[in-house]
């Protein structure tokens, strides 16, 4: 069973930055597409970003594009985002989300993190 373990998050001001990262133990994880998401309070959970099992190929959001970077690191098996240049409206639950189909994991996942927090003052 692959699970999903997520830090990092918090408080920033706008204009700060901030780094999640994502755990994954019980599965091939070099095999793995990887995928964050974020929900809003009252609102639906929304794609963020996603990185290839190979990190050869990565897809952004248009309103994270230039400010967030997915990473990963195989060795570790873990996956990060990079939030940079954040913005009130990014206050979210954010989400790791793991998938053999790099397609799938863009939509609709199998696994996921427990969320994590993210909130920017202005």
């Known amino acids: 069973q692959v699970q999903l373990v997520q830090s990092g998050g918090g408080l920033a001001q706008a204009g700060g930055s901030l780094k999640l990262s994502c755990a994954v133990s019980?599965?091939?994880?070099?095999?793995?597409?990887m995928a964050w998401f974020r929900q809003a309070a009252g609102k639906a959970r929304e794609f963020v970003g996603g990185?290839?099992?190979?990190?050869?190929?990565?897809f952004y959001t248009n309103f994270v594009k230039g400010r967030f970077t997915i990473s990963r690191d195989n060795a570790k098996n873990t996956v990060y985002l990079q939030m940079n240049s954040l913005k009130p409206e990014d206050t979210a639950v954010y989400y790791c989300a793991a998938e053999a189909s790099i397609a799938v994991v863009l939509r609709n996942p199998s696994y996921w993190g427990q969320g994590t927090q993210v909130t920017v003052s202005s």
């Open positions: 990185i290839s099992w190979s990190a050869g190929r990565t």
């Open positions: 019980g599965g091939t994880f070099g095999s793995l597409s």
